[in-house]
């Protein structure tokens, strides 16, 4: 009996950091706060995938008082934001992205940006990183009404 539950602990610990490790592989953005004040801070990071291209990632935003969003970040260090929610994909060129510039540029290997969209502020900064194949970029999404440290 007891190597029997042996067994299952060994599968049950496997299974939990496999678990782990699959969401930590897919996990593109890391949050800083608990969006408790309405908003969405964090690192978010671009890779190179086996393509050659950058990762994209879609935010889908509905806050309260405020209508559906998408946020996109990337690829590389491109950004739009649309209002509404859509499952197809949006050309970042697009009249309806609220972004102008969208694509943030860098100079001496630094970038920020802010944008000052109608009832939102959105702030994205180069943060560097460790990996070649990947930009790392601090995001802060917030309400136009928060106060900005």
Same mark, same amino acid.
């Given at each position: 009996?007891?190597?029997?539950?042996? !067994?299952?602990? %060994?599968? @049950?610990? /496997?299974? *939990? *950091?496999?678990?782990l490790a699959a969401a930590a592989v897919q996990a593109q953005f890391t949050?800083?706060?608990?969006?408790? +004040?309405?908003?969405? =801070?964090?690192?978010?990071?671009?890779? +190179?995938?086996?393509?050659?291209? &950058?990762?994209?990632? *879609? &935010?889908?935003?509905?806050?309260? @008082?405020? #209508?559906?969003?998408?946020?996109?970040?990337?690829?590389?260090?491109?950004?739009?934001?649309?209002?509404?929610?859509?499952?197809?994909? %949006?050309?970042? !060129?697009?009249?309806? !992205?609220?972004? +102008? #510039?969208?694509?943030?540029?860098?100079?001496?290997?630094?970038?920020? &940006?802010?944008?000052?969209?109608? +009832? /939102?502020? /959105?702030? *994205?900064?180069?943060?560097? @990183?460790?990996? =070649?194949?990947?930009?790392?970029? &601090?995001?802060?999404?917030?309400?136009a009404t928060s106060s900005s440290h």
């Open positions: 009996m007891g190597w029997s539950d042996a !067994n299952w602990q %060994r599968i @049950g610990i /496997l299974t *939990v *950091v496999g678990t949050p800083f706060n608990d969006r408790s +004040r309405g908003g969405l =801070e964090g690192n978010w990071q671009s890779c +190179r995938e086996g393509d050659g291209q &950058y990762a994209e990632r *879609v &935010y889908d935003g509905k806050w309260p @008082g405020l #209508p559906p969003f998408e946020l996109h970040l990337g690829p590389y260090h491109d950004f739009a934001f649309f209002l509404g929610v859509q499952d197809t994909h %949006r050309d970042h !060129n697009s009249p309806e !992205n609220l972004l +102008r #510039p969208h694509t943030v540029e860098l100079r001496a290997n630094k970038a920020t &940006y802010r944008w000052a969209l109608d +009832r /939102l502020h /959105l702030e *994205v900064a180069l943060a560097g @990183g460790s990996r =070649e194949e990947c930009e790392s970029w &601090y995001v802060r999404l917030m309400p």
